[in-house]
Nanobody, 123 residues
């Protein structure tokens, strides 16, 4: 349903753009969330991009450094991450609700989770 990609290793201050490819869903009806899980920590929500492109921020510490966008024609959602910090090291996931996909997914809702992609920020 969802497949995240684009992770990698970068130095602090660097940038990465993650992609989330959607299939098997009515893409234009779905709000999509970006989440991450660091080793030993619970999964946390970063933001949600609505079907109309509006952004709801879950984690204030990434606002101003991260941005999300979506391309309906390609059924893709993107997460642009700038000025990366070591604390951004985590596996990143995209998700959408299984039921009620017009609402933003949360870490605790019943979601379709894409396969995550590893982001490592280290000097």
């Amino acid at each position: 349903q969802l497949q995240a990609s684009g992770g990698g290793s970068v130095q602090p201050g660097g940038s990465l753009r993650l992609s989330c490819a959607a299939s098997g869903i009515v893409f234009d009806d779905n709000d999509i969330g970006w989440f991450r899980q660091a080793p030993g920590k619970e999964r946390e929500g970063l933001l949600c991009i609505s079907s109309r492109g509006g952004i709801t921020w879950y984690l204030p510490s990434v606002k101003g450094r991260f941005a999300a966008s979506r391309d309906s024609a390609k059924k893709m959602v993107y997460l642009q991450m700038n000025n990366l910090k070591s604390e951004d090291t985590a596996v990143y996931y995209c998700a959408t609700r299984r039921v009620g996909a017009r609402f933003c997914p949360l870490a605790t809702t019943d979601n379709y989770w894409g396969q995550g992609t590893q982001v490592t920020v280290s000097s």
